[in-house]
């Protein structure tokens, strides 16, 4: 929304000596009311302003940036995760690697039976382990990932950001989605959430 | 920015007619177009509805969500690029390697003398010729990298939106971010850009 010069000299005003009254702005334009009328509604229905009732007009604090906060927030994991791709822990780190080119990720998820979530495996930790002379057919995976409880993960509901936050604090280039099960016997597996689902929503974010 | 019960009778009522003129908005409504007149205003000037003189009123197409729209554009790959970090051609793959773990990035870009380009090197290049049984130590990174011309770039003054959507076209991790240099002897590297700066923009974006 781009605010016209008034618009933005009456803004100013509120932000500097509000609360003050529209008769007050007025003064300080040399306009009567009836010509700040729709600018005044412009204002307060944008929620830049806000009225009270013999107080007058005051900053609401909201800026425009608001609104794209509310968008990113109301979107939720569930709207953009992938499918998981997912091996057992006794897969050796020869498969694993395998398995991550043909699926192109950057992360594995290893789960144990009924997709219930034992740790995860990144393309990085899978590197370290290439140069380090071992023998990647025995290997088994189970031994050099990361494992639960020290998985970081994301549900369903929660929000995009929340989830985006999480890569970010947490240093890692993708999420396990699980849903804890009914009887607490685990957590499962339902989709996985990388920095490349995060760029891509941007990208849709600003397609018209 | 929130629509009253009647700006949106009112949108709704130009999406289906318009252009339409004031008189006739009034009308549908049984209202004065006096009454109307801050509601024709919020709604021209949030750019929902626009005016033409002598024709009337007609939907603009844009939505709330253009406002987002404009903000993911208006965004430069000078505000959020992050430091390159830069091999030669010469270096070897487990040097490369290395470099990649002490500096902790997923691209490697390489450059010859003058800091210009000459390909990119991600975690998956490295993954897949560490896995082939290859002496690591002996052979050189250009024998593996992705070679100019074939590397997508991007420039300081592009949006970082135009840069997401190269990343997820490509389906790179990063991309360097370059400057054609005076005499056109080469494209300098100036930064790099990854999908970890699109996922902190948009943390950043959604904080308060």
Known sequence: MEL????????????REGP???????DRLSLT??????????????????????????HSGKNPSRILMD?????????VKSVPIVVTEKCSVYDAAVTMFIEDVGTLIVVREGGFLEGVLS??????ITLGGHDIYKLPVGVIMTRMPNVVT???????????????????DALPVVRVSD?????????RLSKTNITRLFVELGES
Do not use: C, F
């Open 183 to 191: 009887d607490n016997s685990g957590v499962e597996v339902v989709g």
């Open 123 to 128: 393309r990085k930790d899978l590197l370290k």
């Open 71 to 79: 968008k990113l927030h109301s979107i939720k994991v569930g709207d």
């Open 4 to 15: 016209t010069k008034r618009q933005a000299v009456i803004l100013d005003i509120v932000k």
């Open 154 to 172: 994301v549900e369903t509901e929660e929000s995009v950001w929340s989830a985006a936050k999480k890569l970010i604090t947490h240093e890692v």
């Open 33 to 58: 009311r009836a010509t700040l009328r729709p600018d005044m509604a412009i204002l307060t229905m944008s929620g830049l302003l806000e009225a009270r009732p013999r107080v007058g007009y005051y």
């Open 20 to 26: 003050i009254t529209g008769e007050q702005i007025a």
